[in-house]
């Protein structure tokens, strides 16, 4: 491996192992007790080193979601390579997700990824800073869709069905149900979701 190839992975092992640190002590005293100084310390970091890699408080914590920025984007990019209409390509990679159990869907059960959930929707905060990355995703599926006006509105809603079908999984998990409970109805509510969008959106682009 080449010398930048090794710098890169070091500076992406430092991104997770400080992430975690932080999300282990914010699930553990919650996340407006637990001072960025601290983090740097249990990491054995500096307060400014530690900010260089996360420039907010609240990056330490999505940057668990960050490989997910641009998925809608490239779940699209990918499906037209194969012949698939931008939904298609959506709604199979949703339904795929539900059968992994992918944390992502919301249909996921285990206590690490409970406690990151009810920490992530539990902080106003996070909540807050979790709408620059939405609209981050959104901006970049637009891109790929055409960026023009039809795009940017078809795909505000290819995201906000991805973020609510999420939501609602996530809900009744954090209510106690089980995941084997809630899939059924999960696989139902996004092939009823995505079908409801193929029309629409399909329309809006060709308009476009």
């Known amino acids: 491996m080449s010398e930048s190839g090794l710098r890169e992975r ?11 640190i932080a999300v282990r002590m914010f699930i553990e005293r919650g996340f407006d007790e637990v001072s960025v100084a601290e ?3 249990a990491a054995e970091i500096s307060k400014p080193t530690l900010f260089r890699y996360f420039p907010a408080k609240e990056d330490l914590v999505l940057h668990r979601l960050a490989d997910h920025e641009r998925e809608a984007a490239e779940v699209v ?13 959506l709604r199979r990679h949703f ?11 919301g249909l996921n059960d285990h206590p690490n990824v409970r406690a990151f959930y009810a920490l992530l929707y539990g902080t106003p905060a996070l909540v807050a800073r979790l709408y620059g990355f939405l609209e981050r995703s959104e901006g970049a ?14 795909a505000g809603q290819l995201i906000a069905v991805r973020r609510i079908l999420a939501q609602e999984n996530w809900r009744r998990i954090a209510e106690g149900e089980t995941v084997a409970e ?9 092939e009823g ?16």
């Open 141 to 154: 599926l637009a891109d790929v869709l055409g960026g023009d006006l039809a795009a940017r509105l078809a």
């Open 10 to 20: 070091k500076k992406q092992r430092m991104y997770r192992d400080v992430s975690d």
């Open 193 to 208: 979701a995505f079908g409801v969008l193929e029309g629409a959106v399909g329309r809006l682009l060709e308009r476009g």
């Open 77 to 89: 990019t990918e499906g037209r390579a194969a012949g698939l209409a931008p939904v298609e390509a």
């Open 95 to 105: 339904l795929a997700g539900l059968r992994a159990e992918d944390p992502i869907t």
């Open 182 to 190: 809630v899939r059924g109805d999960a696989v139902a509510a996004a």
């Open 39 to 41: 983090v740097a310390a």
